[in-house]
């Protein structure tokens, strides 16, 4: 069975998914579509990457995936270096197909794509109106069935590239930013386990976040390890620095998001105490 995943943000208050969904099964046999989400923020090409880097791996080589976020292809006759592109992304086994517009440059690995297909025919009389129904769709549907990526356009070694924030070093200080907050408010942060464990050293450390009242001073490794509503730090399934409230639902003023102040892009720094400082002699005569 073929898997499509959808990652857009047509929402789910409109006809537009089902429509979407419609098409597809109505061009292709033994077809499984998985939605990844259809929340993402407008044109948000970051937050689209983001949520397709935290499943890729999940899925079986063949999967198609199709990102549906400022999607619409740009042709500037002028100046071609303005041009915006559908593409198609073979990595690791697996086929991405969207529009040229930053999004393939913020996938995990994409320096090692096996192929890039840039899709340059726009034949059809509403391509470029509708360029989900008659270039994407036809695209995915292609793949599908087996087609050839050299007869479904042109290879290329070229896609434009995007730079989102990253953290920031400097001695025994990581300075992360949050890049998600997800239903629970559980806020995530850029900050990697493998950043963690290469900046601290196995040394003590401090999480301070935007409101200096707050902050954490150890990793824990589930939302149990501290009492229902309080904070806690851990690295998820990802990797990622998530700052969490134990069964706080964000929605109902208890999650992480609300409660610590924080939002998107917002800072939040892991200050690190090496051996021997004022902190860890105190915490001697505290034993």
Do not use: W
Request: proline share 4%; with cysteine; aromatic share 10%.
């Amino acid at each position: 069975m073929q898997i499509i995943t959808l990652t857009t943000d047509l929402g789910l208050s409109d006809h537009y998914v089902a429509a979407l969904k419609g098409q597809l099964y109505g061009s292709l046999n033994n077809v499984q579509v998985v939605d990844i989400s259809h929340d993402v923020q407008a044109f948000n090409i970051a937050q689209t990457a983001f949520f397709l880097n935290n499943v890729f791996d999940d899925f079986p080589k063949g999967t198609i995936h199709f990102l549906g976020v400022d999607a619409l292809p740009k042709i500037n006759i002028g100046n071609p270096s303005l041009n915006l592109y559908p593409l198609v992304m073979k990595l690791r086994g697996q086929y991405i197909v969207g529009c040229d517009n930053g999004v393939f440059s913020l996938i995990n690995d994409y320096q090692d794509a096996e192929m890039l297909i840039r899709i340059d025919d726009f034949s059809a009389k509403l391509a470029l109106r509708h360029p989900t129904k008659y270039i994407y769709l036809p695209t995915i549907q292609k793949i599908a069935e087996g087609v050839d990526l050299n007869e479904i356009g042109e290879v290329t070694t070229d896609l434009k590239k995007v730079f989102t924030t990253q953290p920031i070093l400097t001695v025994d200080l990581i300075k992360g930013a949050v890049i998600h907050i997800d239903k629970y408010g559980n806020v995530i942060t850029n900050i990697t386990e493998k950043l963690f464990n290469e900046v601290g050293k196995g040394n003590p450390f401090t999480i301070y976040f935007k409101n200096a009242r707050y902050f954490i001073e150890t990793i824990s490794t589930n939302y149990h390890d501290v009492p229902t509503a309080e904070k806690l730090a851990l690295f998820n399934e990802n990797g990622f620095l998530e700052i969490a409230i134990n069964k706080g639902v964000s929605g109902n003023g208890g999650g992480a998001g609300p409660l610590l102040g924080l939002n998107v892009n917002d800072i939040v720094r892991m200050e690190f105490h090496p051996k021997g400082s004022k902190d860890n002699i105190e915490s001697l005569f505290n034993n």
